[in-house]
């Protein structure tokens, strides 16, 4: 599974600038992690580089407010290639509309807002490459806000859309009949759980047809053989992980929660549940492999639609380098995926 070092080529190979960007937003998380539990958001600012709406590189991106009082709201990424009236893109997933994906963008639930820059040039790679319109929740962070306000975020922006589907910005060839929610890391168990409030709710506009799981982050008491193994690989350590279940579950609960271990003993069945198809991809120098890949043994015990895609020389968040190889395929991957589901 890994060397001595646990350091993969994929991470070795970038070029120092790379690295450097990434070493410096991974202290920022770590040194903003207080020992009372608390999350030091003045010294986090200064490493939490943030993006503006604009209209570049073959996306155009606004922010849309739903609600005020919790500031919950959106950034909307459109491919250029379509506007408000009609679409001209080609080679798309779908021939005359554009699927939407709704995105939870990572951060261990305490870090990273929708508008940070790694999430920004995420979402406008994915819109671009996958020719879809992204609608990225800017949830609350915990541990000011604990399990399950981000869910409801996220599922408030699901209604948001349903019962504005006009709403400014929203291009008239969206096809909400073909939506699919993502996430990347945290942003991936988030993804989970909104598919799963979803497929009890009677949306009338609405379709989510596919969940795009980024190596999500779920977790439990027992220490799997990868958190063990991988105890060094680059980007996140289990010491940091056990840091957020703690910052994000609700008050008293452990890692054997249903939001961290959603097929473990306290877990419900979801088996008779109309839960959608899914693509889980994985890294083998991630130190969460072993619960992604119980999180894809779970769907297809449950008798759900689930594929598992693993790129074994790939690090936690791979999939947000360009620079790895595996980034490109990974995108393409989902490519692949979302035409499957929506053809």
Known sequence: MANNNNTPSTWTNLSWTVKLAMSVISWGIKLSRRSDGSVNRRLMSFFDFKSPPSSINGVKTSDIIV???????????????????????TNDVSSSQLPVIVHFHGGGFACICADSVGSDNLCRRLAKQLNAVIVSVNYRNSPEHKYPSQVEDGFDVLQYIELNPNFEGFPTDADLKNCFVSGDSAGGNLAHHVALKGSNYGFRNLRIIGVIALQPFFGGEERTESEIKLAGAPFITVKGTD?????????GADRDHPAANVFGPKSEDISGLNFPATIVIVGGYDPLLDW???YYEGLKKAGKEVYLIEYPNAFHSFYGVPDVPESALCINEVKKFMQKVVG
């Open 243 to 251: 840091w957020l279940w703690q910052a994000f579950l609700p008050e």
């Open 67 to 89: 609600d005020t009082s919790r500031n919950l709201w959106f950034r909307l990424y459109v491919p250029i290639t379509t506007t408000t009236t009609t679409t001209t893109a």
């Open 292 to 294: 992604q890949k119980r």
